[in-house]
């Protein structure tokens, strides 16, 4: 059903796998050894993609691994992959993460027509985009450890993920030129995250990006759900995800310092509205 054609610096297992009447779901843990790690697989069937738990950095999709396609750049993105369409996800800084995967199987499904099921089968890919009614089935798909078989919880959430899927290849959002996107969008996220302990300004970054900073500063929303200075401090905590786990006996304090925030408070307070939780607890949690 699946392969996983290659990975760099990453290392791979399959967390669950479970087959309900109308999807099959596969969660692979994933560990991050290298900051610029990749993998890349692909499936027999059309599927859709998602990523939980992104701890220390975030990741990408790509359907080349030299060329960014995506249109969101947020929380709960998705992705739509063509039936034996290699995918590479590149995990930017991430320490772990898990790729939840999400394989229809229309023709268990009462009410779909031929029609409908062909057009599930031969979907295209679509990398990296933002449907919230589909988002929302897909999550409590992949959140849900019911048992194999007969499963009318399943099955009723499979019909629901179906029948969005549907409504967003039939009338696809997003169609719209955006204005930040591929390298340029990049060299922005790259210039946030290099200057994390400055205070960044929208006129910096629409400067990188090359547009005016009102236009910028819709733009960037447009593609990443945030405004830049969220942004920046969600990638601050990021970053002291990630020294919490390289170095687990370093004090907050230094952490706080190290991941530019201007005292541990501060840290604490940003950690909290990123997280829902302090870094003590989430640390705790993590052992």
Do not use: K
């Not at 447009?222 to 020294?243: F, I, K, N, Y």
């Amino acid at each position: 059903m699946w392969e996983i054609l290659a990975h760099s610096g990453a290392r791979i297992s399959v967390a669950r796998h479970h087959r309900w009447p109308g999807v099959a779901q596969i969660i692979f843990d994933v560990l991050w050894e290298s900051p610029s790690s990749w993998m890349t697989a692909s499936f027999e069937r059309t599927s859709i993609c998602l990523l939980r738990q992104e701890i220390g950095g975030r990741g990408e999709f790509r359907l080349r691994p030299d060329a960014s396609h995506g249109e969101y750049h947020g929380a709960g993105h998705l992705t739509l992959l063509a039936a034996s369409q290699p995918i590479t996800l590149r995990g930017n800084q991430m320490r772990r993460t898990q790729l939840a995967c999400l394989v229809p199987e229309p023709q268990e499904i009462a009410g779909l027509n031929s029609q409908q099921v062909a057009a599930i089968r031969s979907a295209g890919s679509r990398v990296m985009f933002r449907n919230d009614r589909l988002q929302a089935c897909a999550q409590l798909l992949t959140d849900y450890e019911g048992t194999d078989g007969a499963d009318a919880y399943a099955a009723g959430l499979a019909g629901a993920l179906l029948a969005a899927l549907l409504a967003a290849i039939d009338h696809p959002s997003g169609n719209h030129v955006l204005q930040l996107t591929g390298q340029t969008l990049l060299s922005v996220f790259d210039h946030i995250d290099t200057h994390l302990s400055e205070s960044v300004t929208n006129d910096d970054l629409a400067r990188v990006a090359g547009l005016s900073s009102s236009v910028f500063s819709q733009a960037f929303r447009e593609v990443t759900g945030m405004s830049p200075q969220r942004w920046q401090m969600d990638a601050r905590v990021r970053l002291a995800q990630r020294l919490m786990l390289d170095n687990p006996a370093e004090s907050l304090a230094n952490i706080a310092s190290r991941a530019g925030f201007s005292d541990q408070s501060h840290f604490s307070r940003a950690f909290f509205e990123v997280m829902c939780m302090s870094p003590s607890a989430w640390v705790h949690q993590g052992r």
